[in-house]
């Protein structure tokens, strides 16, 4: 929550003197989801796992009135630690042995894109946005006390790119304030690969969360 909190705050700061120059409400959001991770590694009992994601955006628009067009900006953010179960070859007698991996993981993504929002009520808005991003992950696997010598403890960090397409809802309980709801799509070039085996940071976002405008 005090991540939430700060990014929500840094991005209204920036947005302030664009606010006062517009007649144009900016609408902002800080929310808390859940990413499915897909991985393909044979090794891995699932093909995939979810991790907790935060984030904050801000959304200007430029013009329209029941339909608006305008710009998106925000950031999203991952930390998570979760166990992982491999199988691997316990030796010549052909046999297997499961071994049990602790992954920690912190993922974050900063995109800007374009949006498009239909507001036919001032408590009521849909809006839907595209664009770039860019991704960073880091993660480090350590494999639990086993027989097999083929997992090592291991740490990864890798820069990627990527794009992004997302739907979300707002409903308004004030002026000011409403609750938020959304769906994230993304494509990256950011896979990390070590002991844990290798995984692309991309997939489906679904988050809930709060939304302001100002």
């Not at 959304?59 to 305008?70: D, H, L, R, T, V």
């Not at 809006?127 to 350590?142: F, K």
């Amino acid at each position: 929550m005090v991540l939430i909190f700060c990014t929500t705050i840094s991005l209204m700061s920036a947005n302030t003197v664009l606010s006062q120059e517009a007649k144009e409400n900016i609408t902002g959001h800080a929310f808390y989801g859940k990413m499915s991770v897909p991985t393909t590694d044979p090794n891995i009992d699932s093909s995939s796992y979810d991790i907790s994601i935060f984030g904050a955006d801000v959304q200007k628009p430029f013009g329209g009135e029941i339909f608006k067009y305008g710009i998106e900006t925000g950031a999203i953010f991952s930390w998570d630690s979760y166990v992982q179960y491999f199988r691997a070859s316990s030796g010549g007698n052909g046999g297997t042995v499961v071994v049990s991996v602790a992954v920690d993981s912190f993922v974050m993504d900063y995109f800007f894109g374009g949006y498009l929002g239909f507001e036919p009520a001032n408590w009521f808005r849909l809006s839907v946005g595209a664009g770039p991003l860019l991704t960073w992950g880091m993660r480090q696997s350590e494999p639990e006390e086993s027989t097999s010598d083929e997992y090592t403890a291991e740490s990864v960090a890798e820069f990627g790119a990527g794009i992004y397409a997302r739907a979300c809802a707002d409903i308004f309980i004030s002026e000011t304030f409403g609750i938020n709801a959304g769906v994230r799509k993304t494509e990256t070039t950011l896979s990390l690969k070590d002991t844990a085996g290798e995984t692309s940071i991309e997939g489906w976002q679904y988050y809930l969360g709060l939304a302001f405008r100002f």
